[in-house]
């Protein structure tokens, strides 16, 4: 699977962006998606994750009711809606594919089999 994160950009406080990661290689549509991200001196952390259908998502308590991942299985694409954002927020965001066939939602890293290149992210105070 390969994976093209876009969508990053500075942005003010308060401010939305929307993270997008195309994938292609295989099927899309039963792959586990999720966003990370990692801020300079800080460990990659889970923000949010969404299952094959997109039916059931999982969100960092850091980012929930802010943050919303969402899937189109047609265009091979998930995405990251974030809103009300803040100056912890900055970090390369990365998207990631757990490819093993398990249906449930991880947020580890070392669970994720695939990576995109990231996408930097500012917010601005």
């Known amino acids: 699977v390969q994976l093209q994160a876009s969508g990053g950009g500075l942005v003010q406080a308060g401010g939305s962006l929307r993270l997008s990661c195309a994938a292609s290689?295989?099927?899309?549509?039963?792959?586990?998606m999720g966003w990370f991200r990692q801020a300079p001196g800080k460990q990659r952390e889970f923000v949010a994750g969404?299952?094959?259908?997109?039916?059931?998502?999982s969100y960092a308590d850091s980012v929930k009711g802010r943050f919303t991942i969402s899937r189109d299985n047609a265009k091979n694409t998930v995405y990251l809606h974030m809103n009300s954002l803040k100056p912890e927020d900055t970090a390369v965001y990365y998207c990631?594919?757990?490819?093993?066939?398990?249906?449930?939602?991880?947020?580890?890293?070392?669970?994720?089999?695939?990576w995109g290149q990231g996408t930097q992210v500012t917010v601005s105070s």
């Open positions: 969404i299952s094959w259908s997109g039916d059931r998502t």
């Open positions: 990631a594919a757990a490819a093993d066939g398990r249906v449930a939602i991880r947020t580890l890293p070392h669970e994720y089999t695939y």
């Open positions: 290689g295989r099927t899309f549509s039963r792959i586990v």
